[in-house]
């Protein structure tokens, strides 16, 4: 886990500083959140532009979007809201919809599916570790960037542990069939947790015997050239061109 | 007479429940001695270690290494014997916490103000001496036990202690693993203190052994002597595996 995500190919988002990447998607995701749900037609441009870059990064649609179901119980209610709510109704087929509802609704499934893939295309070019650094870099507290990679370090090992401790309650002919089983299962996530903040001293405690003061080590910073920010600044620059482009075409 | 590597000097200490773990511990090892730390569970080993780099605060008595005394209150002071003492935890997975091999040995060094080329040359150095070279930009949980084993020893020599001290190195290695540790640790020219209860290890590594148990020094001799004595080592649950012979 932790490195699951990424995907090895030769392509230039993979190979593109991870901190640019970052702020090329973040602001990529401000200027799709900010478009107005009802500039239908910059979306489908937005759309387009997502595919092209993913395209690029050498990533298969395929994995794209089995990778992008993971929005699904977060959409789901932005899904019911059509069905709910006040004001102006119309009829599609055997629905009889609510028309702010559909729009509230289609905005967040649309915007969500954006930032989702944006996400995607920079985590499959990106490993977890570089990323890290990239936020290192834009100058997230040390304390977060530490923390996210222990627990990238560290995940593994946890699973681990879990996983053998179900081989032991299963040796033991224990099988989680109800609800009576539950207290078995807390328990073991109690253990498992008391083991875990167990582990953290030990490890904090070597850490101090190596002489830790508060600061990992980290690399010396070198300056992305211009070209490189040019190149990466065009994922969200493409979108502010179609937004401006739609939105001069629908004025007319 | 040169200042010995470590010396221990009545050296007591109560957990803060109350529960007392040393009674006035003396123990002296000079530069290059390679000293095995035996001792039945809950004897105070590892209270013993911790208090070796000031991870536990002096309460009574006092150590000193290379002369110089472990004071849990000066943090400068306790900077430099943190560098002088490199203590290899018993879970490898306690002691390799950086994302990959390399930025893991150059964890120490970079704490004591090594930079650049230095500490490139110092992560490069303690990775041959522990024949993982080749490992240098691997993720830590991708190696085998053994491996991650050999990697935390070289955590600690890339910060050239004065001494070097091993929680339990034989524990969970398969045969070969353990025999390559032992050939990598008697290549090293370190005094060494090893914490363990796999006496045949000990005998092979080190040429004296200390008892502790119960909070205090019950034995100091040659490890052969040690060894040999059925009843002291009966005396303080330690045993010989079955069929084996000094």
């Known amino acids: 886990m932790g490195e699951r995500l990424y995907l090895h190919r030769h392509s230039i988002v993979h190979e593109t500083a991870s901190y640019l990447k970052v702020v090329a998607a973040i602001a990529f995701i401000l200027v799709a959140v900010s478009t107005p749900i009802t500039n239908w037609q910059a979306f489908i441009g937005y759309f387009i532009w997502v595919l092209i870059v993913a395209a690029i990064a050498k990533i298969p649609f395929t994995l794209l979007f089995k990778r992008a179901l993971i929005e699904i119980p977060f959409i789901f209610f932005a899904i019911l809201m059509p069905f709910f709510g006040s004001g102006e109704r119309f009829v599609a087929g055997p629905f009889n919809l609510y028309r702010e509802g559909l729009i509230a609704g289609a905005g967040i499934v649309v915007k969500g599916t954006l930032g989702v893939l944006t996400a995607i295309i920079l985590s499959t070019s990106t490993t977890a570790r570089e990323i890290l650094r990239g936020l290192e870099r834009l100058r997230l507290p040390a304390l977060m960037v530490q923390i996210a990679s222990f627990m990238l370090r560290y995940v593994n090992v946890v699973n681990d542990e879990m996983e053998r401790m179900k081989v032991a309650r299963d040796s033991r002919g224990f099988e989680a069939t109800g609800l009576k089983h539950w207290r078995v299962l807390a328990t073991a996530a109690g253990a498992l947790f008391i083991r875990s903040y167990e582990r953290g001293e030990r490890v904090h405690l070597s850490m101090l015997s190596r002489g830790y003061e508060g600061v990992l080590p980290h690399d010396e910073v070198e300056k992305s050239k211009a070209s490189s920010w040019f190149m990466v600044l065009m994922y969200p620059f493409v979108a502010v061109v179609i937004l401006v482009v739609t939105t001069l075409i629908g004025n007319q | ?246």
């Open chain 2, 1 to 246: 007479m040169t200042t010995p590597s470590l010396e221990i000097k009545e050296l007591a200490f109560a957990y803060p429940d109350g529960n007392q773990a040393l009674f006035g511990v003396n123990l002296s090892i000079n530069k290059g001695e390679r000293v095995a730390l035996l001792g039945p569970n809950g004897a105070g080993k590892t209270t013993l270690v911790m208090h070796m780099n000031g991870i536990h605060p002096t309460a009574q008595g006092s150590v000193r290494i290379a002369g110089e005394l472990v004071d849990a209150k000066n943090k400068e002071s306790l900077k430099k014997i943190r560098s002088k003492v490199g203590i290899v935890f018993q879970d490898p997975d306690d002691q390799l916490f950086m994302p990959t091999v390399g930025e893991d040995i150059a964890f120490g060094p970079y704490n004591m103000g090594k930079r650049g080329a230095e500490l490139e040359a110092l992560v490069n150095e303690a990775l041959e001496l522990v024949g993982m070279a080749e490992f240098k930009d691997r993720p830590p949980h991708h190696l085998s036990f053994g491996q991650r084993r050999r990697v935390a020893v070289a955590t600690v020599l890339a910060m050239k202690p004065e001494i070097l001290v091993l929680d339990e190195p034989s524990s969970n290695l398969d045969p070969a693993s353990r025999r390559e540790l032992a050939d990598i640790l008697r290549s090293l020219d370190i005094t060494m203190v090893m914490v363990t209860h796999d006496l045949p290890y000990a005998s092979e590594l080190c040429e004296r052994a200390v008892i502790l148990n119960g909070g205090v020094i019950v034995a100091d001799d040659s490890t052969r002597n040690i060894l040999t004595n059925k009843a002291l080592l009966a005396a303080n649950r330690l045993e010989l595996p079955v069929g084996f012979t000094i």
